[in-house]
């Protein structure tokens, strides 16, 4: 089970935080994966994190802005969002890769289990 947390309103310039505890299977056994969808859009990767946290990769969008971090000692892994901006707008999802088929993969099939999401909203 994921359950994603820390959304919310900021204005455009600010930042947030978002967290996603984990349970169930052994949490540094699988990579993690965090995915935003904005109104009327498709989902999108944003970040992924390998199983001990020492690789990373993110979208275009997001690199530089954005770092996402694993704790394997608290099963949580972590999106420090910085420099909002309007177009950030979104549901955030994070997701679990427990095959790593693909590492730090891209695309949101190759994630088994999905969080229900946190909102972020981000005024002008």
């Known amino acids: 089970q994921l359950q994603a947390s820390g959304g919310g309103l900021v204005q455009a310039g600010g930042s947030l935080r978002l967290s996603c505890a984990a349970s169930?299977?052994?949490?540094?056994?699988?990579?993690m994966g965090w995915f935003q969808q904005a109104p009327g859009k498709e989902r999108e990767f944003v970040a992924a994190?390998?199983?001990?946290?020492?690789?990373?990769n993110y979208a275009n969008s997001v690199k530089g802005r954005f770092t996402i971090s694993r704790d394997n000692a608290k099963n949580t892994v972590y999106l420090q969002m910085n420099s909002l901006k309007p177009e950030d707008t979104a549901v955030y999802y994070c997701?679990?890769?427990?095959?790593?088929?693909?590492?730090?993969?891209?695309?949101?099939?190759?994630?088994?289990?999905w969080g229900q999401g946190t909102l972020v909203t981000v005024s002008s």
């Open positions: 169930g299977r052994t949490f540094s056994s699988y990579g």
């Open positions: 994190i390998s199983r001990s946290g020492l690789s990373t």
């Open positions: 997701a679990a890769d427990y095959s790593a088929r693909v590492p730090l993969a891209v695309r949101g099939s190759e994630y088994e289990l």
